[in-house]
């Protein structure tokens, strides 16, 4: 009886020993595919930490702007204000007291992400929050206003070509 218990433990640690052999790992996420789940997990938490919170199946373009708007606080891009006396160069020799922002290709390449991972989770394209018109005109309209202030990249006067 004792080898048969001796056995069967034996067998029973062959068995899951042999699962993790034969159970092929999950291939590592692409640098893409780890960005957007990191993304979308930063906007679920955006969501839930609204008062109040914010279901996923309520949410609208409205709260992707509010998003967007959210994110520009961790920004690196110098947006200067019409009243700055650097307002328009691109380099100016001193520092000012004008905002940090997102800049305008990382907003968008946000939103292309969020946009995938909206309907990779079941969400519909017709009702995805991140296609909406509101969206595109929002970063249209940051993109336009930066190359205005000479500030979108590639617009600098000494830019290397």
């Given at each position: 009886?004792?080898?048969?218990?001796?056995?069967?433990?034996?067998?029973?640690?062959?068995?899951?020993?042999?699962?993790?052999?034969?159970?092929?790992?999950?291939?590592?996420?692409?640098?893409?595919?780890?960005?957007k789940?990191?993304?979308?997990?930063?906007?679920?938490?955006?969501?839930?930490?609204?008062?109040?919170?914010?279901?996923?199946?309520?949410?609208?373009?409205?709260?992707?702007?509010?998003?967007?708007?959210?994110?520009?606080?961790?920004?690196?891009?110098?947006?200067?204000?019409?009243?700055?006396?650097?307002?328009?160069?691109?380099?100016?020799?001193?520092?000012?007291?004008?905002?940090?922002?997102?800049a305008?290709?990382?907003?968008?390449?946000?939103?292309?992400?969020?946009?995938?991972?909206?309907?990779?989770?079941?969400?519909?394209?017709?009702?995805?929050?991140?296609?909406?018109?509101?969206?595109?005109?929002?970063?249209?309209?940051?993109?336009?206003?930066?190359?205005?202030?000479?500030?979108?990249?590639?617009?600098?006067?000494?830019?290397?070509?």
């Open positions: 009886m004792s080898d048969g218990v001796a056995k069967d433990s034996a067998e029973g640690s062959s068995r899951s020993s042999g699962n993790h052999q034969q159970q092929p790992q999950p291939a590592p996420l692409s640098r893409y595919e780890s960005q789940r990191r993304d979308w997990n930063t906007f679920g938490q955006y969501l839930k930490n609204q008062r109040p919170p914010v279901p996923l199946s309520q949410c609208n373009c409205n709260h992707v702007l509010d998003f967007l708007r959210y994110l520009d606080q961790f920004g690196k891009t110098k947006v200067h204000l019409h009243g700055c006396v650097f307002f328009g160069q691109p380099d100016p020799p001193a520092p000012c007291t004008c905002p940090l922002r997102q305008w290709g990382s907003l968008d390449a946000l939103i292309g992400r969020l946009r995938a991972a909206y309907e990779e989770h079941g969400g519909s394209p017709e009702t995805n929050p991140f296609g909406n018109g509101a969206i595109r005109v929002y970063l249209r309209e940051d993109d336009k206003a930066k190359a205005e202030r000479g500030e979108r990249k590639g617009t600098e006067k000494g830019k290397k070509g």
